[in-house]
């Protein structure tokens, strides 16, 4: 059973950064997967990022455009999302995931889901 914590959301201006922080515990963190997924106010969960078991593969949304970057460190539990040049659009719940090995952008194949981090961009 692995829990997952996020932290580092907050309320910037449109074209500033935030690392996004999720902390894993109670499970073998180098075996999973991670995501990150995003829920703005009436949309639906839509995938951000996803980091393969190693590190070694990763794989974004389209509308990320070179703007986000997903990283991992398994020898401490953590995977980050660094967010550069926000915009109003990215406003939303930014949740992490796991999944065994790799989920890739299907949420469904992830079974493990943090509490969520909100982000807020000003205009």
């Known amino acids: 059973q692995v829990q997952l914590a996020e932290s580092g959301g907050g309320l910037v201006q449109a074209g500033d950064s935030l690392r996004l922080s999720c902390a894993a515990s109670?499970?073998?963190?180098?075996?999973?997967?991670m995501g990150w997924f995003r829920q703005a106010p009436g949309k639906e969960r839509e995938f951000v990022a996803a980091?393969?078991?190693?590190?070694?593969?990763?794989y974004y949304a389209s509308f990320v455009k070179g703007r986000f970057t997903i990283s991992r460190d398994n020898a401490k539990n953590t995977v980050d999302l660094l967010l550069n040049s926000l915009k109003p659009e990215d406003t939303a719940v930014y949740y992490c995931?796991?999944?065994?090995?790799?989920?890739?952008?299907?949420?469904?194949?992830?079974?493990?889901w943090g509490q969520g981090t909100q982000v807020t961009v000003s205009s």
């Open positions: 995931a796991a999944a065994s090995y790799y989920g890739g952008e299907l949420s469904t194949k992830y079974g493990y």
């Open positions: 109670g499970g073998t963190f180098s075996n999973y997967g």
């Open positions: 980091i393969n078991y190693s590190g070694r593969t990763t």
